[in-house]
């Protein structure tokens, strides 16, 4: 008897088999192993957001009790016409919608990159040269004046206001273009650590698809 | 009305039994029968029928009614133009010269108007080709015994026809006094003469009165005394009769006496002494026609002596000497005696060719003092027949001069029976075969140049009768024959006159340059019935060529060389922007596919290899204690939290990468579990979380024996985005509503701050960011700690240091730490050898690489220094 594992192995271990083609260049299984995960995928999500979301959330209560719920109206109408996205000559009546996701979403956005992201940096970056909180304040000060220099010309890198030169060629100034030079420096260290990462990422997915080809084999 | 027929020209109504229109004189009963009686033809010999004069009246032209009427109102003065009543004509046993004149048919067309109009018939109107029945080109010889008695008495001292009358209508019918002349003599035929009504059925005209003109009558008298004795006729005894028309007359008469075809034939010659010389000069002139083409006419055997004889006339004398010229010379040559008293408009009808010469103007000054002023204004000098024959004109309309009388401007021009067989040219041509003219014409005039002549005769139409007149006798059988088909060497070609080549349309059609300038054009043809002629297309096929190429224009711009320069400078550079940049060759797309398998054989061989190997060759990496450690956070954090703590765990990572997440945060969720016992709540942001949650409690941390429902739950999916997660850690309960909050697990759990701690796994930056941006400010005392991929670890560790988090755990590097803090190998000491090896075979590759990069680079600045 064929135990469900197995199945599943034989599927992974195909589909595994299937993008590893990629390497030898473009071809059917790549594409087929694709499609199925973007199928199967996709699939899994719409089933996921009806049982956990509509129905429990939108649809059983609002046809429950409609009264207490009435409410709910509102998100049904949304949906619905967000429904409309789909057909070309009724796309706009899903703008109210798009409209609504899109405001609050960058509503919540901006919200928390300003108060997550921008301003707890900003302030983070000032305590780096809080000399108190730190056990060697000459280190504290090197690792701080190292960081805020960084964090300037990576700023200023990308500032792109230019004049246009007696040549009739178009640059920035001299002292912009230096920062900008060191702040690229700093970019590119830190595109460098980023590809390392990625790096670090796919090699430890290969190594774990090994150890499932050695556990489906039982090589171990 | 059964009796009345409406004329056909006019439209007048008539009786039924006129023949002539009453009105117009246009014939209203067709011929189609037999004519007989007096519709029967006119035979040669035979007198024309007499016609009533007086009928004639509507048709005379202008000045001759005026003249009539002059001489109607000076009647006193003359009583010698007395009308007879029956105008008797001499009957001569001699042929009629002039009868065929009134045998005219409609056929013959080429009645001259001039001619017609002299007889005071027709005006100055063109003739209309028309039916037979209209009978106006119609030359009828009336009897003069016909003619109305009220003409008769008419005299007067002017003769009428030298005053302007009105034109009349139009009316084939010379004039009565030429018919008078010779109708009881020999009736004069005319070979090409149609059968012509008589005289007699000649319409009378509507109008006749008492106004015949006066010479009219002495026409009548004149012609009667030819009937008798031509020579005893007095001529027109009237001092103002000009004495050329009082030799007319016995001329006439004379020259109705020659047989058919010969006008002038002097067969009957006038033995009268009144037979006026000229006229027998033109007995003499037709006699010498006959002659062979070699023998010239003598010297004018009857030189007119009488003083009365114009002096145009006398010189007729001699320039009838030019007509018997021979044909092969040259018109120039055949000048004219030089007698200063021949007109030149009569010298040149021996001199059909000639053009205007220098010597015309000449000529036509020197007799411009002989010519009678009527026929001054009716010609002018030299200078318009030049005009004339410099016409190219082929409009047989075309006046010859403005000031020519209306009967001298009406003459037809010589169609295509001018240009017809030779023999049939108008009687002022020399004829091939050298016959001559015997005669003169009858209003020659020496102040005319032969020039003048032929302008004026030019658009003439001249009849048959007249045309045959000039011709020879008994022209000779192969004479009859078109000058093509004559006998070789017999005949010379034939010396166009002025007037003829005038109408030629070859010079007229073609432009000046080119009727000059062609030397082609300007050959004489020699074959064909156009021998003679010049400007001639030739028939030879391939010989023909067009007369006129089209210029051929050059399609070159005119530009100079520093233009044509710039220009190639320009189009280069156009060509260089278009011109498509060459493709790298195939060759390095292959270099590189290779260098791609050999990579990947490489590291699947080694990384595979050392894995299946099962080394621990590589060391797990040491755990140092530093403050900053953001791994040594981590796990500080998750050793703070109490034990049995619900601890709450987002996954947010993809399948793509649950291996590396699996592999990373293994060691911490052991250690976490190994130690504290937390109660699991699992959420996640992505739909495939849960899943995912259940993947690692069920295969990595199967060791740990996580049961749900009892140790963790699952709330499932948050929806929403940054949305949900900041509803969700506002109010956990409202985000998701679920039964679960009232689980052991969740009991009593309605905040974010309710949790020990939050740990959240996540492969994306973005995602840790959401996270800590919406739930960050609603933990509370929660620990916040991330698990994230090796590729997000970078992006998030500025929270680290912001004390947003409270440890970061990124790649399998921290799991080792964390591995290494818990003194127990698990999966990442399993991983760590291939994953150790798999970095340095990337290192040596990109060292490798960068090296290899390096030479390539050196090499191609050398081979660019040493281009």
Not at chain 1, 145 to 151: H, N, Q
Not at chain 1, 166 to 172: H, K, L, P
Not at chain 2, 840 to 860: D, K, P
Request: glycine content about 6%.
């Amino acid at each position: 008897m064929i135990s469900p594992d197995l199945i599943v192995g034989v599927v992974a271990f195909l589909f595994t088999l299937m993008i590893f083609s990629y390497l030898i260049g473009d071809n059917p299984l790549f594409r087929v192993a694709v499609y199925i995960f973007v199928g199967v995928s996709a699939g899994y999500v719409a089933a996921v957001a009806f049982r956990q979301v509509i129905l429990p959330d939108l649809l059983m209560p609002f046809f429950d009790n409609p009264l207490q719920h009435a409410i709910l109206i509102v998100p049904l109408i949304l949906g619905l016409l967000l429904l409309t996205k789909v057909s070309p000559q009724l796309t706009k009546w899903g703008t109210p919608s798009m409209a609504v996701l899109v405001g609050v979403s960058a509503a919540v956005a901006i919200g928390g990159a300003v108060t997550g992201t921008l301003i707890p940096q900003i302030g983070a970056t000032i305590n780096l040269f809080d000399l108190r909180a730190s056990a060697s304040p000459a280190a504290a000060l090197l690792n701080g004046g190292f960081i805020l220099v960084g964090v300037i010309t990576t700023l200023v890198y990308f500032h792109f206001s230019a004049i246009s030169t007696a040549d009739g060629s178009v640059r920035r100034l001299g002292l912009i273009e230096l920062i900008a030079f060191i702040g690229s420096i700093f970019l590119a260290f830190a595109l460098g650590v980023l590809f390392a990462g990625v790096y670090s990422a796919a090699l430890t997915a290969l190594i774990e698809r090994f150890h499932f080809f050695g556990t489906f084999f039982g090589l171990g | 009305m059964a009796d009345m027929i409406k004329c056909s020209v006019c439209g007048e109504i008539n009786p039924a039994d006129n023949e002539f229109c009453k009105n117009c004189l246009s014939r209203l009963q067709p011929l189609t029968g037999p004519l007989k009686g007096e519709n029967a033809p006119l035979q040669p010999g035979q007198a024309p029928t007499k016609k009533n004069t007086s009928e004639l009246e509507p048709i005379l032209p202008q000045w001759l009614r005026e003249a009539r009427q002059q001489a109607q109102q000076t009647e006193g003065d003359e009583p010698k133009f007395a009308a007879q009543e029956a105008p008797t004509i001499p009957v001569s046993s001699e042929p009629d010269l002039l009868a065929g004149l009134a045998s005219q048919s409609d056929e013959d067309e080429d009645v001259p108007d001039w001619l017609v109009n002299i007889t005071g018939s027709a005006p100055a109107k063109k003739k209309k080709v028309e039916q037979e029945d209209s009978n106006i080109k119609k030359v009828e010889m009336g009897d003069f015994s016909e003619m109305p008695a009220d003409d008769k008495g008419s005299a007067s001292p002017t003769p009428t026809w030298m005053t302007p009358q009105e034109a009349a209508p139009e009316k084939d019918e010379l004039a009565s006094w030429l018919s008078e002349m010779g109708q009881t003599s020999v009736p004069f035929a005319d070979e090409k003469a149609a059968p012509v009504q008589p005289a007699a059925s000649t319409p009378e005209p509507p109008s006749a009165s008492a106004d015949q003109s006066d010479w009219l009558h002495d026409l009548q008298n004149g012609a009667s005394t030819f009937d008798e004795t031509p020579a005893d006729q007095a001529p027109i005894s009237s001092d103002e009769t000009p004495d050329w028309l009082k030799n007319l007359d016995a001329g006439v008469a004379s020259s109705e006496q020659t047989p058919a075809q010969q006008v002038f034939t002097p067969q009957a010659p006038i033995s009268s002494d009144d037979t006026p010389d000229w006229l027998k000069n033109l007995d003499a002139s037709a006699v010498s026609a006959s002659q062979p083409p070699d023998q010239q006419l003598p010297a004018p055997q009857a030189p007119i002596s009488s003083d009365e004889t114009p002096d145009w006339l006398k010189n007729l004398d001699a320039g009838a000497v030019s007509f018997e010229q021979k044909p092969a010379e040259k018109p120039a040559e055949s000048q004219p005696a030089p007698a200063s008293d021949v007109p030149d408009w009569l010298r040149t009808f021996g001199e059909p060719s000639a053009p205007s010469t220098p010597n015309e103007p000449a000529v036509a000054q020197t007799s411009d003092a002989i010519m009678p002023d009527w026929l001054k204004a009716a010609a002018p000098s030299g200078e318009a027949p030049q005009a004339v024959q410099s016409e190219k004109s082929t409009d047989a309309e075309t006046p010859v001069a403005v000031e020519m009388p209306d009967w001298l401007s009406s003459l037809k021009p010589v169609e295509t029976e001018s240009k017809a067989p030779e023999s049939a040219a108008p009687a002022f041509v020399p004829k091939e075969s050298g016959d001559t003219l015997s005669t003169a014409p009858a209003f020659a005039d020496d102040s005319l140049s032969s020039g003048d002549v032929d302008a004026i005769f030019g658009s003439m139409q001249m009849p048959d009768w007249l045309s045959s007149a000039a011709a020879p006798s008994q022209p000779p059988a192969s004479e009859s024959l078109p000058p093509a088909a004559q006998p070789a060497g017999s005949i010379a070609p034939a010396e166009l006159p002025s007037w003829v080549q005038a109408m030629r349309p070859v010079e007229a059609a073609l432009p000046p340059d080119m009727s000059q300038g062609e030397a082609s054009d300007t050959g004489v043809e020699t074959k064909g019935p156009l021998a003679g002629l010049q400007g001639v297309l030739p028939t030879i096929p391939g010989v023909i060529k067009a007369s006129s190429r089209p210029k051929s224009h050059s399609i070159k711009l005119n530009a100079s060389e520093e233009q044509q320069a710039h220009s190639a400078l320009l189009e280069q550079i156009l060509a260089e922007e278009t011109a498509p940049v060459p493709m790298k060759s195939s060759s390095a797309i292959l270099s590189q596919r290779v260098l791609r398998w050999v990579i990947t054989a490489l590291l699947f061989l080694s990384v595979g290899g050392i894995f299946f190997s099962r080394t621990q060759i590589f060391t797990l990496p040491s755990r140092v204690p530093l403050p900053n450690d953001e791994t040594e956070a981590a796990i500080s954090s998750l050793d703070a939290i109490p034990a049995g703590a619900p601890v709450l765990a987002v996954f947010d990572y993809q399948p793509s990468l649950a291996g590396e997440l699996e592999a990373t945060s293994a060691p911490l969720f052991n250690r976490l579990l190994l130690l504290k016992h937390p109660n699991l709540v699992i959420v996640s942001t992505s739909p495939t979380g849960s899943a995912l949650a259940e993947r690692l409690l069920s295969t990595t941390l199967k060791d740990r024996n996580y049961q749900r429902g009892t140790q963790y739950v699952d709330l499932g999916y948050l929806a929403g985005g940054l949305a949900g997660v900041y509803d969700f850690a506002q109010t956990p309960t409202t985000a998701i509503p679920t039964d679960l909050w009232q689980s052991a697990v969740l009991q009593g759990k309605a905040h974010l701050s309710d949790f020990a701690a939050v740990i959240v796994l996540t492969d994306s930056a973005e995602a840790g960011r959401v996270w800590i941006e919406q739930a960050g400010p609603f933990r509370g005392n929660a620990s916040f700690v991330v698990v994230s991929s090796a590729q997000a670890g970078p992006m998030l560790m500025p929270y680290m240091q912001s004390g947003q988090i409270n440890g970061l755990v990124a790649g399998l590097n921290s799991a080792a730490k964390v591995e290494q803090a818990n003194g127990q190998p698990g999966l990442t000491r399993r991983y760590w050898d291939a994953y150790s090896l798999g970095l340095l075979l990337a290192v040596a590759f990109m060292i490798l690489g960068g090296f290899w990069n390096f030479i390539l680079g050196l090499q191609a600045r050398r081979t660019q220094e040493v281009k």
